[in-house]
């Protein structure tokens, strides 16, 4: 039997619930423009807590709750960065609706002392945006085996971080009347298992896995009225995909910008998903779904690991994407 023969073939794809041609960009017209009152959680005069909020996905989202009329209540390990969002948000909602904390997410104390803080000042939480990330040290990704201070400091980073932030605020989310919200980012390549950052992958595994968890404990509460989402951005131009830092000053045409994420990512919480997966400019959501069903075929089909990579099932992966999105059209 030759190798990948054994694959069923591609499974239907469910309708795609995102038409194409819909822009998510705040002065669109286009699309809806956000309404300050048409969601209980993301609502005028309620509390978001961001963290890595000083550049990239985590700013913008600022700015788009700012112009909610949100609270904000920021953190980030970069102090010029979380600043400079500070700044940017305190001119659309006024600097007294606006906290700034540098702190280190990894860091269990200061998370704990920053939770302290928005409580005290404000008494709530609407939003949790659980978002501050790193994908590399200093560059570096690392190998399974080499490299071990890439996998501390990504795994510290993504995985103690989110848990230190979930960990702290939930307990007194779930102590509030009004409802909220928990949105952790995670990734495509914590789906997908990508070769060339092992590291990463394994932290936004391993978010997705925590975020699952929790929405399952959330909906058992006996009266649930926090949710948690799962983020999942495509392609976004930031500082964390290199192309900010290494001086390449335009958005690739494939990417999306950090507000286009955060605005699809609004409207999906608003329709209640659990997992956002956002499209970019070169992935469609059709494409995506293909890519994670190859990617679980590989255990109910007896493929080796990350087979779409492997050289034996190359062609058969391919005619499988081929056929899916044939399908479609
Ligand atoms: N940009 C993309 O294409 C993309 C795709 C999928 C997922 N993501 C995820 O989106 C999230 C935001 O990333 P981004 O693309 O905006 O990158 P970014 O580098 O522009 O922003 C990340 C922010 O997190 C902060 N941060 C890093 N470590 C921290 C720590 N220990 N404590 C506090 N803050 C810390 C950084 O200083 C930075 O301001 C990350 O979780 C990332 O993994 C991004």
Known sequence: MPLGSRSRGTSPLRTNPYPLGVTYKLDDSAHPPLDKAAHPVLHEGRVAVITGAGSGIGRAAAKVLANLGMKLALADVDQEGLEQTANEVSSIIGASNVLAFPIDVANFDEVVKFKEKV??????????????????????????WENRDVWTEVLNTNVVGVLNVQHTFVQSMLHQENPSVVVNTGSKQGITNPPGNPAYNASKAAVKSITESLGHELRSQPD??????????????????????????????????????????????????????????????????????????????????????????????????????????
């Open 119 to 144: 409580f005290e000042a404000w008494d709530e939480v609407a939003v949790l945006m659980n978002n501050a990330g790193v994908a590399t040290l200093d560059g570096k990704r690392g190998t399974s």
């Open 224 to 329: 649930p009225h926090v949710t948690a989402h799962l983020f999942i951005p495509g392609w976004t131009y930031t500082g964390l995909t290199g192309h900010l830092t290494a001086g390449i000053g335009d958005k690739p045409d494939g990417a999306w910008s950090a507000e286009e994420s955060v605005l699809f990512m609004i409207d999906r919480v608003r329709a209640g998903d659990f997992y956002i997966l956002v499209p970019d400019n070169e992935t469609r959501r059709e494409v995506d779904e293909l890519r994670i069903m190859w990617g679980a075929a590989d255990i109910t089909e007896g493929r080796p690991a990350l087979s779409r990579w492997h050289p034996s099932y190359k062609a058969a992966f391919d005619e499988y994407m081929k056929e899916g999105l044939a399908q479609l059209d």
